[in-house]
């Protein structure tokens, strides 16, 4: 499965966000089945990692959690998860596990889901 994460680029480099997302899901054992590759974005505002991962819900719980960890501290408020087939979902940075591991169940469900920080 592939997962995109847009964040903005206001943020820094993409090789030091994709460090620090990296960095966060080694935290909590998810990192070994994660590996992300930096893409160009579509807007110049936007910077684009492309997630392969193994591991369905857990690891999208997972992923999740890293970039709200991250968002909190720039004072994200929500984290919006679309579907290439349309389909979408709001998780508020201080989402529970419980909420984001609930979540991640659906997003496991999603075609090409895209992850973007507000």
Excluded: C, Y
């Amino acid at each position: 499965m592939q997962i995109s994460v847009a964040l903005p680029s206001e943020w820094g480099p993409i090789e030091n966000l994709r460090e620090e997302v990296e960095f966060s899901l080694s935290q909590n054992d998810a990192g070994a089945s994660v590996r992300f590759t930096a893409r160009e974005g579509r807007a110049i505002e936007t910077a684009v990692l492309v997630a392969l991962i193994g591991g369905g819900a857990t690891v999208i719980a997972a992923i999740i959690q890293a970039v709200a960890a991250i968002a909190s501290k720039r004072k994200a408020k929500t984290i919006k998860i679309t579907g290439s087939k349309g389909g979408h979902i709001e998780v508020p940075i201080d989402a529970s596990p419980e909420q984001i591991e609930t979540i991640s169940r659906s997003v496991a469900l999603m075609q090409d889901p895209e992850l973007h920080v507000d």
